[in-house]
């Protein structure tokens, strides 16, 4: 009686392992499947990224306030533009220009820099360094904010991070030696205004020169006149 029991113990267990089993294998085909799409999804935009960023023409060496600065773009309405010589919170210590978008929902600084691909990346560190994330490997530091995330590095087109508090979200885009770093203090989708802006202020040419100051350490990028 008692190797009854016990024998219909074990075929209860095995059954239950068997449809654990079944359960796990039918959750994996259909997640398999899933995965591939997103990975897919977000290859494929990330090409079109880089093939924006390959083709897109900047504006040229001489252009105006107005040409690089739209007064309304995507419901917001440019509040104002100056030169600016830092970006304390963010460490950023270079001569460029700067506009000033507002709508009811949230405000947008969009700074401008003439940079190389070296200056760039010098930047792009200090950019990292301000937020508490190690470029280099990767981790992050105490101080100073409870909560960061951040996408690309130092080499890449696109620099990526949110933080708090106070919340700040920025996006950095770099191309043909033009710089641009979009900043707001609202949970908006800042890349959508960034590319919006891009295909705005593009211009119809040729590539311009590069700036006549590669160094590594940037201290004084001229901006456009």
């Known amino acids: 009686m008692e190797s009854k029991k016990r024998g219909s113990v074990w075929k209860w267990v095995l ?19 899933q995965m591939v799409t997103i990975v897919r999804g977000f290859l494929k935009e ?15 060496d001489n252009a105006t306030a107005k040409e690089l600065f739209p007064e309304s773009l995507a419901g917001f309405q440019r509040s104002g533009h100056d030169e600016v010589l830092t970006v304390d919170r963010f460490n950023i210590e ?70 708090k508090p106070p919340f700040h979200k ?9 710089l641009f770093f979009f900043l707001t203090e609202s949970d908006i989708d800042l890349e959508a205004f960034q ?18 100051t590669p160094t590594e350490s940037p201290t004084g990028v001229e901006a456009a006149n």
Do not use: H
């Open 94 to 163: 270079l001569k460029g220009r700067r506009a000033v978008y507002s709508s009811p929902q949230a405000k947008i600084e969009v700074f401008i820099y003439r940079a190389s691909s070296l200056e760039k990346e010098a930047i792009y560190r200090r950019v990292l360094n301000s937020i508490g994330a190690d470029d280099d490997l990767g981790d992050w530091d105490d101080d100073p904010y409870t909560m960061r995330m951040s996408s690309g590095d130092s080499g890449s087109k696109r620099l990526g991070f949110t933080v």
């Open 46 to 60: 990330e090409g079109e990224r880089e093939a924006f960023a390959v083709s897109w023409l900047p504006p040229g």
């Open 15 to 33: 059954g239950c392992g068997g449809v654990s089993m079944l359960v796990f294998v039918c959750g994996a085909l259909w997640l398999i499947p």
């Open 195 to 212: 590319q919006i802006y891009l295909d705005e202020v593009q211009g119809s040419g040729p590539a311009s020169s590069p700036p006549d």
């Open 170 to 178: 920025g996006q950095l885009w770099w191309s043909k030696d033009w």
